[in-house]
């Protein structure tokens, strides 16, 4: 009796399983993922942990940006089965990747790489590169200011697109609107906000439902894209009837359709779908080239190579449309490429789980508009993270933007957030003074040389001595200050990846003037010759920058030497040292009556103790051999 009493038990529970089995299957097919997830788990409690279940549940909730849950269900899955299919293995991936487990992340993709070879979702994946994940969460020298918007609400916003001062986006807020059973979220309706830039701040007006009552229906609009005469608007909707009642395949299946409305008096009007449409596969996510004679979209249409590819088509002037092309094997993939936009340089930007990313969805750009057939580029951290990131839109003058994520401590499921992307700057700044007397000085010029030796700028200092100049990060700068009547103050700065840090770098200018004479360092001659080499050359040069800035000077010139050699021979030689330094001085155009005198001295004025046969250091006798330059008259 027991036995038969377990039998039906077990036969129960097994009947059971199989019913909610397929009653998730169904709500998962038609995209009710929260009930779905619900029956799947009550399956698994009752003993139902097939490989059908289970990765199930990981696509539910990978559908639902779930990572944490998704990532743990294809694990089970793995567990149970050792193996599952490629395309299962390739979400847990992505899974992995957005919770950032990038260790784990890179032994599965190993694992994937080795299994589907040629797969192009694993283009640019190097299994010996593991520094992947961390180049591109990595700083750089651009530093971006996200700002998640004040107009989001709880429930998904997305897809912005700026016309003018008014910012279109996509919103599920309509709390009276029909409920959609993916999320349980009302349908979209687009929306706008009015737009008020004060100086480069920008502040956002209340959202309203776009000034149209031909464009939002009771079912999805979302994604817009306007021409450059602002009369013609591209946008997304399900495909619905002339009774505004949803349009289902035979596989009760609704589709998305690209359509277009026309500006009249600040109304969206006329309302007239697109050609290329179909009703047995989605055509949405306008964008239009800088010209607007060509429209890009995204499409799940036969003959694509993934879940989901861009096109292009052609508008021709009478307003008609050539064939769709798909954009080829460089942007599109075996996953998802969506919501393309095409910046006013040309840039391609759009959002893919196909191509090596940090997890779900990642935006990338791609200059194949351009004729260039490079790989697509992930533009990284904190564009992209470990969530659905998507929907960009920039201007390239400003560098600024708006981009739509599902990343937590957002406002609701899917958010706005606005971007400002500048180079990383810094600040040298500092204070120039008298190296004798700690004085500041005014007037003095300072120069911001660059690696190269090319001068970036230019500053003088004012009352209190200081100057500032604006950097670019990770660079080495040499800093000159120049004031006539001194010598040059010159520094080295290097800055560091640090955005908005200050450099101090004091300079301190040596006096040329110090009471009656111009100091300048030592003159130096090769032994037992009185030619004016290049080091002594460039030392004299403050000489003549002094007698240049006071015309009326009069100098006198005195040259000794140390007592090593005998003492005539040193008269002699100093004597000649003296009057080829003032012949130099004279030869750079300064009248030689200036220089009074110019007279050696040998060995007979020594500073120290080093006379005739007294032992001295090169220091002490190098302390003898020198010359002044006392000023006369000025």
Request: net charge negative.
């Amino acid at each position: 009796m027991k036995t038969r009493i377990l039998v039906l038990t077990l036969v129960l529970s097994c009947s059971l399983s199989y019913s909610q089995t397929k009653l998730a299957d169904k709500f998962f097919k038609n995209y009710s993922y929260i009930k779905a997830i619900e029956l799947y788990e009550k399956a698994v409690e009752n003993g139902d942990n097939s490989a059908h279940v289970l990765t199930r549940l990981g696509d539910a909730y990978y559908n639902n940006s779930n990572s944490e849950k998704a990532a743990y269900w294809y694990g089970e899955a793995l567990k149970e089965h050792k193996k599952i299919e490629a395309e299962y293995l390739y979400k847990y991936i992505q899974s992995l990747r957005s919770t950032g487990n990038y260790d784990d992340a890179d032994k599965w993709f190993k694992e994937l790489s080795a299994a589907q070879q040629g797969d192009s979702r694993l283009k640019g994946y190097n299994p010996d590169e593991v520094d992947l994940y961390a180049t591109l969460t990595a700083k750089n020298d651009v530093i971006v200011k996200i700002d998640n918007l004040p107009f989001n609400s709880e429930n998904s916003d997305f897809g912005s697109y700026v016309f003018e001062n008014k910012l279109y986006f996509a919103s599920a807020r309509n709390d009276d609107g029909k409920i959609y059973n993916w999320n349980k979220e009302p349908f979209l309706d687009l929306y706008e906000v009015t737009l008020t830039d004060d100086d480069g701040v920008v502040t956002y007006g209340s959202a309203n439902e776009l000034s149209s009552n031909d464009i939002n229906t009771e079912y999805h609009e979302a994604s817009v894209a306007i021409t450059n005469d602002g009369k013609t608007l591209y946008f997304t909707r399900d495909n619905v009837n002339k009774r505004n009642r949803l349009k289902y395949d035979k596989k009760g299946t609704t589709h998305l359709k690209l359509y277009k409305a026309t500006l009249n008096n600040d109304q969206w009007t006329n309302v007239v779908e697109l050609p290329f449409n179909d009703e047995v596969f989605s055509t949405g996510h306008p964008a239009l080239s800088p010209d607007n004679k060509t429209l890009y979209f995204v499409s799940d249409r036969e003959g694509g190579l993934g879940q989901s590819d861009i096109y292009s088509v052609a508008i021709n002037d009478d307003g008609s449309y050539g064939s769709p092309e798909n954009l080829g094997e460089k942007i599109n993939t075996e996953g998802r490429e969506m919501f393309p936009f095409v910046a006013k340089d040309s840039t391609l930007y759009f959002s893919s789980d196909g191509h090596l990313n940090l997890g779900l969805l990642d935006i990338f750009k791609s200059d194949i508009l351009k004729g260039l057939r490079n790989d697509p580029e992930n533009i990284g951290s904190p564009y992209n993270s470990g969530y659905d990131d998507f929907a960009f839109f920039i201007n390239t003058d400003t560098k600024k933007g708006y981009f739509t994520s599902n990343r937590p401590d957002g406002k609701g499921s899917d958010d706005i957030y606005s971007f400002n992307a500048q180079q990383c700057k810094q600040k040298i700044t500092g204070v120039a003074r008298d190296s004798k007397t700690n004085i500041i000085l005014t007037g003095v010029t300072v120069r911001l040389i660059d690696e190269t030796g090319k001068i970036i700028e230019e500053v003088f200092t004012e009352d209190g001595g200081e100057y500032t100049f604006t950097i670019d990060c990770d660079k080495t700068y040499t800093v000159v200050g120049s004031k006539p009547d001194y010598k040059d103050d010159q520094k080295t700065a290097t800055t560091s990846t640090d955005n908005e840090k200050i450099n101090t770098v004091d300079l301190n200018l040596e006096p040329l003037i110090i009471d009656n004479q111009i100091v300048i360092n030592p003159i130096f001659f090769d032994f037992d010759k009185w030619n004016i080499r290049t080091d002594a050359q460039y030392e004299l040069e403050n000489i003549v920058d002094v007698m240049r800035k006071h015309p009326d000077m009069i100098i006198k010139i005195e040259s000794h030497t140390d007592s090593r050699g005998r003492d005539k021979y040193n008269m002699k030689l100093s004597d000649r040292r003296a009057k080829s330094t003032r012949d130099y001085i004279i030869s750079r155009g300064i009248d030689a009556n200036r220089i009074e005198s110019a007279i050696g001295y040998g060995e007979s004025q020594l500073l120290n103790k080093c006379a005739n046969r007294v032992k001295c250091t090169e220091e002490e006798h190098q302390l003898n051999r020198r010359s002044y330059f006392y000023i006369v008259n000025d």
